[in-house]
């Protein structure tokens, strides 16, 4: 009689028992988590018999930490540093995963090989440097792949070689030692120099991709750079798609799809607070969180599922404990939530127009607050003509501000066309400031430009000129303020007075006003953001059916559909759809 012994820190047997339908969903399947301390034996009571399990070697014949067992019903269980896998395989094989369960959907959709470690079907090649603008002192090609060394060396030639024999190495010869650089040549299929080069290897799993990889440092004109990846076109690589280095860092477990995403915010940040905040979710400041999350919700559907076989043998939940852990799940997820907007603004930036009639002082409000001469200032009315644009910077949220034209009836065509101009300004941008000259106060010319450019976006009425006002003028002007500005500040130019008071307007009309002044250490794009809604609902099931006395076995659905979420925001289970998504966002050369 064969026995089959599992121990567990409390749970027993109950967690085999109940593994499939914790681990599976429809045909994907989706790992659970176990205790640190998970230990099990698998044998048989009959020395004659074969054993239930027998352990997987690798191709070595050595048995890894993460050891695949196979039985005689052709399913593998796969105990994986605390981690629980069930595997189809087939009559011909089986396939042992090691350590990165993202493989088993394109495992199904047939993309990856049955192997025992994902290995890429070729070796790509890529421009790594920007091309298209004036060429720099150095630019990079890049190869990845399995074959990354044995196409460089069909290509580079080391200035050592040069002084040995011919018959001494061949042209395939080269053995880089890893993270050591070697200068010398690349030569075409022709054998002609193309460049000189300094060769960079990376061997796996020591570089970015876990793969081979190879950097040849080149002169930095686009010619020199296309002239070498051609050659190594020619040597055997193909022209890598767009994100598919940082792709295979993520299916080779380098990166999770969180930090793979936030990769892509770092080269395309347009702000200091933009790089530090991704730069701080390439580190795996979110990911914790989502990971932390993902272990709370399968740590507690394993404690109520343990209950559902073993009610007399266990002690009851404690109901007030349980809510108490939904409850600080729950604000993780909206503090989470909270940076979503100001993500939104990091990669979009923010325009704000500033409108009003001729002659209010708009150019001027532009140049001191951009600390620039940007605009031209004159006392003639109508001076500016056309959009002036000018950057600054709010919480680490790039601005662009617009200077528009005086918006009045004239005859002018080239006025009439700026005023045009000015109108679709104020309607595109995210927050319009109307300009009013405080010494003349408010005229019927500024309400008739309120009705034109009243929108149900943020407004806020600045009166400028205040230096030159008086103080009846500003009181008359305060107590003007209409129902459709957010704010009002008195401003000057000149002095410069107010302008502190402007920009905190704005951030408190958007929200800002709540970030740190270095901004959030990482912020949630629109899909995490998606999933983090998703969990945030589930949960508030959840706490809903506790304090309804729903039967415990309706909690785990919720708790199943709040770690499922999680695990599409790291990638765990995720979709060939998100991936491609996702990926299709990056340059070439990442």
């Known amino acids: 009689m064969e026995l089959l012994l599992f121990s567990f820190r409390s749970v027993g047997v109950h967690l085999l028992r109940h593994a499939a339908p914790i681990i599976t969903r429809g045909n994907r399947i989706i790992t659970k988590p176990t205790s640190n301390n998970l230990s099990f034996l698998l044998f048989s009571s009959s020395s004659s018999s074969s054993p239930l399990l027998k352990p997987r070697a690798d191709s070595s014949g050595q048995y890894p930490p993460e050891t695949g067992f196979q039985n005689s019903n052709s399913k593998t269980l796969i105990c994986l540093n605390g981690f629980l896998s069930f595997s189809i395989v087939s009559e011909k094989g089986s396939f042992v995963f090691k350590g990165d369960e993202r493989f088993v959907g394109l495992l199904q959709s047939g993309k990856v090989a049955e192997d025992d470690a994902f290995r890429s ?277 790039p601005v662009t501000l617009l200077d528009t034209a005086g918006i009045r009836e004239t005859n002018d065509i080239v006025e009439r066309i700026g005023v045009e101009r000015s109108e679709t300004a104020a309607k595109l941008a995210d927050v319009i400031i109307m300009a009013v000259n405080a010494v003349e106060g408010w005229t019927e010319e500024d309400t008739e430009l309120l009705h034109k450019i009243k929108s149900d976006k943020p407004m806020i009425l600045v009166m400028n000129k205040i230096d030159s006002a008086t103080p009846d003028t500003c009181e008359q002007l305060g107590d003007k303020k209409e129902e459709a500005f957010h704010r009002s500040v008195f401003t000057s130019a000149v002095t410069g007075q107010g302008m502190e008071e402007l920009e905190e307007a704005i951030l408190e009309i958007l929200g800002l006003d709540r970030v740190p002044s270095g901004g959030h250490q990482w912020t949630v794009n629109q899909r995490q953001c998606e999933q983090l809604v998703r969990t945030k609902e589930a949960l508030e099931r959840l706490r809903e059916a506790i304090k309804d006395e729903i039967p415990i076995d309706f909690w785990t659905i919720e708790l199943r559909e709040a770690a499922l979420a999680l695990a599409q925001i790291s990638g765990q289970d995720v979709s060939e759809e998100v991936l491609s998504s996702v990926f299709a966002k990056f340059c070439i050369g990442k």
């Open 121 to 397: 079907s070729s070796t790509i090649a890529a421009i790594v440097t920007p091309i298209g603008g004036p060429p720099g002192a150095v630019g990079i090609v890049r190869l990845s792949g399995d074959k990354a060394v044995e196409v460089a060396g069909r290509v580079f030639r080391p200035a050592k070689k040069k002084r040995r024999k011919e018959s001494d190495c061949s042209e395939d010869s080269w053995r880089p030692r890893s993270h050591f650089v070697e200068y010398g040549v690349v030569v075409d299929s022709k054998g002609n120099v193309v460049d000189e080069v300094l060769a960079v290897p990376m061997l796996a799993p020591r570089s970015y991709t876990r793969e081979d990889v190879i950097e040849l440092q080149c002169h930095g004109s686009e010619v020199c750079l296309r002239r070498v990846l051609r050659a190594c076109v020619d040597a055997g690589a193909r022209l890598a798609e767009p994100g598919e280095f940082t792709l295979r860092a993520f299916l080779n477990g380098r990166l999770d799809l969180t930090q793979a995403e936030n990769v892509e915010k770092l080269i395309s940040a347009k702000s200091s607070a933009a790089a530090d905040a991704a730069l701080e979710g390439i580190q795996g400041g979110f990911s914790s969180l989502v990971k932390s999350l993902r272990s709370q919700c399968i740590e507690l559907l394993t404690e109520i599922e343990a209950r559902l076989d073993f009610e007399d043998e266990m002690p009851p939940l404690d109901t007030d404990l349980v809510i108490s852990r939904i409850n600080k799940m729950s604000e993780d997820v909206e503090s989470a939530l909270d940076t979503a907007n100001y993500d939104k603004l990091l990669q979009t930036g923010l325009q704000v127009a500033i409108v009003g009639r001729p002659n209010v002082g708009k150019s001027s409000l532009l140049n001191a607050w951009s600390k620039s001469e940007r605009a031209i200032v004159t006392e003639v009315a109508g001076t500016t003509r056309d959009v002036v644009e000018a950057s600054v910077t709010l919480r680490g949220v």
